[in-house]
């Protein structure tokens, strides 16, 4: 198997001389989400020792400034100075270095990690968010001690990413883990063509196994517009509706984790996003697996995310691994 390792555009190598390159005992993270942005630092051991958040500006030059206050903040709290990760919505194309496929558009087109590099004096890296959900739970969240970990965010969007031997296999292209804009597998008559997604496509299973794909699916069967957690409160007091609903996603969800599965057989599957909150979730798929996988036995575990919402941002920091101190 050929893979590519590459963590972000040379930030080592595009960044200012690194006179005061920093050490091993303070990981700071970085969450560049779309309305607000969160810090954190890791100690050694990665437990967190400190947080800060502020609301995401709407322009590049304001956001850069962000973010290098809230490093700059938590540095002068501690009176240390750490490595920094960035996990954004979006990735840096390998062929201009430049972010692209960004819903923070004002970030598009820009050298973020070039410039947030120059603007900190020391190398960043920068990686795309789900990416960093995945570290986060490979090295410390429910992953951990596996080998191949593959990350998944159920939440407004469907992505994911992969994780392996402790490092985030990104591609060629840096779109490694982009499940959710492969069509919906073994669709039934009444998947086809499928919905449109934003893409230009139709019938990713994005539009199927998000939130608004889930809720679109209850609204569709049955006339009612409810959001997900109703959805999975009604299916937990007995509405057969809910219920049904539910058996349908977890049918849909099953058959996208297994075309994963059948090309690279990861031995866990972690949930993360909204969506992976309804009771008995990961139970169902993985459950409902043995039927799509091709194997006469599916090891894939399907678990639960350990740090939720941190992981993203946790993740970022384990952009510098223990090995680089």
């Not at 196994?209 to 049955?222: D, I, V, Y």
């Amino acid at each position: 198997m050929t893979a590519s390792w590459t963590w972000c555009r040379g930030t080592v190598a595009d960044s200012p001389a690194d006179t005061s390159r920093p050490g091993p005992s303070l990981r700071l993270g970085v969450d560049l989400g779309g309305t607000k942005i969160e810090a954190l630092a890791l100690d050694s051991s990665g437990r967190e020792v400190t947080r800060r958040r502020v609301a995401t500006p709407r322009t590049y030059d304001a956001t850069v400034e962000a973010v290098a206050g809230l490093v700059e903040g938590i540095e002068e709290e501690l009176g240390a100075r750490g490595t920094v990760g960035m996990g954004i919505p979006g990735a840096l194309s390998p062929a201009t270095g430049l972010v692209k496929n960004a819903n923070s558009t004002w970030l598009i087109g820009r050298p973020l990690d070039v410039d947030l590099a120059r603007r900190l004096d020391r190398p960043v890296r920068v990686m795309n968010d789900a990416n960093c959900f995945a570290l986060s739970e490979a090295t410390d969240g429910a992953g951990a001690g596996a080998v191949s970990v593959f990350g998944v965010i159920l939440g407004t969007g469907v992505g994911g990413g992969w994780v392996l031997n402790g490092a985030c296999v990104q591609g060629g292209s840096r779109i490694a883990g982009e499940w959710g804009h492969n069509p919906l597998p073994w669709p039934e008559d009444d998947e086809r063509p499928g919905p449109a997604c934003y893409c230009g496509k139709r019938g990713c299973i994005e539009t199927f196994c998000s939130g608004p794909g889930l809720e679109r699916s209850h609204a569709e069967s049955t006339g009612q517009t409810l959001s997900t957690r109703s959805i999975g409160e009604a299916a937990a007091a007995g509405d057969s509706a809910g219920r049904a609903t539910l058996e349908r996603y977890v049918g849909r969800l099953a058959r996208g984790l297994a075309s994963v599965i059948n090309v690279v057989d990861p031995d866990v599957v972690v949930l993360g996003g909204g969506v992976s909150n309804l009771p008995g979730l990961p139970e169902a798929v993985e459950g409902a697996l043995d039927a799509w996988v091709f194997s006469d036995e599916v090891t894939t575990r399907v678990v639960r995310h350990v740090h939720g919402d941190s992981s993203g941002v946790r993740g970022a920091a384990w952009l510098w691994p223990r090995s680089d101190g």
